[in-house]
């Protein structure tokens, strides 16, 4: 696993060697997401992910995608694979994707006659 800070924007042939969330998911791992601000952390499906991320990405990309749910931020966002041995996985708790809403929103403007 390269550097935390590593933003993965290196040559291609590079970047495309880095774990994606299909290699994840095949390897049975999870992705450990939290918030550095708020000290949040949640783990996720790979899958599930790659569903609300609109395809796979490797884990700097997904830092960019994902955003904190109590302070709505970004860029303290710590996105990780991770794989728990099988004695770890009793109790473990997950967040699962139970739908996608689309919210219908209106936007007004002022128009003078
Ligand atoms: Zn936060």
Not at 56 to 85: A, N, S, Y
């Amino acid at each position: 696993m390269p550097a935390p800070n590593y933003r993965g924007l290196s040559h291609p042939y590079l970047e495309a060697k880095l774990p994606t969330l299909d290699h994840a998911d095949g390897m049975g791992q999870f992705v450990r997401a939290g918030c550095a601000r708020c000290k949040t952390i949640h783990l996720y499906r790979p899958a599930d992910i790659k569903t609300v991320v609109g395809g796979d990405m490797h884990v700097f990309r997904l830092r960019e995608k994902l955003r904190c749910e109590q302070c709505g931020k970004r860029d303290e966002m710590v996105v990780e694979f991770k794989t728990f041995l099988g004695n770890e996985m009793v109790g473990l708790v997950i967040r699962e994707l139970v739908e996608i809403r689309t919210v219908k929103k209106p936007i007004w403007r002022e128009k003078r006659l």
